[in-house]
């Protein structure tokens, strides 16, 4: 990761970690960093 400024963090636009990645079915990543209340909104709309 190289720390805050690595080629990771930069690529998925992470800004603190811990970070948590909601990623869907594909492998592809579809949020960063969600808050509870959104991440239960999208596991609602995935199901």
């Given at each position: 990761m190289k720390g805050p400024n690595g080629e990771d963090m930069q690529r998925f636009g992470i800004k603190v970690i811990?970070?948590?990645?909601?990623?869907?079915e594909t492998g592809k990543i579809v949020a960063v960093d969600i808050s509870y209340l959104k991440l239960k909104r999208k596991l609602q709309q995935a199901l």
């Open positions: 811990p970070a948590n990645l909601l990623v869907d």
